[in-house]
């Protein structure tokens, strides 16, 4: 093992901005598919793996970064992550085809893969288990405003000026991330791995998923963000089939986005007065209540917007409580091993979000009902999840 000594904490701000840089690239080129496609003159299926591309670069690059992280320090890889993300923002911005943009996005994902691991890493190697809840409250909020605002931004930025524009937006934010990080982030890695050999990375991983209460804390918030993906993935069939249309759908969708981003907020205030299971439990509550809620609405076939959208939001409010928590939690679980639980942890989440976000058309065709039990069922194996995590693990601290 070869130990390095931080130097000093790096800002929040700078871990913010580094983490919501893939999550706004990912977001905002979304409104503009279509003009693209016809720009490009290529077919909307094509057209598609701009995105999907993105989504599963960035779960199979985050099991990447995680050893890498843990071998040769927190700093080389961000700071490459970010090189990466520039680089693949500026070659998606030049497309002259749709093979080039395809090319851009999976090297924006690629770097973007490692900012996300990276920034909850470094957090978690400067502030510890406890001390990590509220500053990741602050990541997990960041995250939650770009993917509010971005559609919306990248939808006026294609209007006015082309959908290239769209991806100026991820070059300058990349590039500010990547000379602030050169120039004030400090290497927090203190033990780093001694091999990248497949055989030790592979032990690693197998080492990181039988730590004590790591698949619980893991499972629990992806079963929490499970409930999100089947929602997005079927709410705006709902909302067509209530009569409305896509305006509507992103007027009352930012219900949903600004609970997020207010339960995030909540986190980053409350973890200074109560311990990290204690907040990630009642948000698995609060979360469970408003599938409850949004079930028996079903149930009484009263569905309406009102009644589809704010019990969704009350889900995400919790989310927003006890995501931050779960993901410090989880990773604490091998503190010698941060990156690479971060990075499998990552990868968990957004894999499950790829599969479910394509499969929850599919069961819409058998109604809303089984939508509306999916999502409720989602807390109640996040609740689960944790009550396992809690039972796994031995410290007096954990078990408080």
Known sequence: MIADTPVRAPSIALMTLIAMASPLALNLFVPAMPDAARE??????????SFTAYLFTLAFGQLLSGPLADHFGRR???????????????????????????????????????????ARTIIIDIYGREGASARMGYVVMAIATAQTIAPTVGGFLNLWA??????????????????V????????????SDSLRLGPVIRRYASVFNSEGYIGYALSTTCIAAAFYMFVGTAPYIVDDLGGNSALFGTWFLTVSLAFMAGSFLSTRVASHAGTDQV?????????????????FTLGSTLTYATLFLPMALVTFGRGLSQPNAQSAAICCSPTSAATASGLMGFIQLLAGAVIAQLMPLLLGKGVLPIAVCIFLAPVAALGAHYYAITRQRSPEAEA
């Not at 700071?79 to 395809?102: M, N």
């Not at 990630?280 to 028996?296: A, F, K, P, R």
């Open 280 to 296: 990630l439990l009642s948000g698995n509550v609060l979360s469970l209540t408003g599938g409850l809620t949004l079930l028996g």
């Open 162 to 179: 082309g959908w290239n524009s769209i991806f100026y937006v991820s070059l300058g934010m990349g590039g500010v991330a990547l000379l």
């Open 181 to 192: 990080a050169t120039l004030q982030l400090p290497e927090t890695c203190c033990v780093r």
């Open 40 to 49: 490009l003159q290529t077919d909307v299926s094509v057209i598609q793996l």
């Open 76 to 118: 080389p890889i961000l700071l490459g992550g970010l090189v990466f993300h520039t680089l693949g923002s500026l070659l998606a911005a030049l497309a002259p085809d749709v093979t080039q943009l395809i090319s851009g996005r999976v090297l924006q994902a690629l770097g973007g893969s490692a900012a996300m691991v990276m």
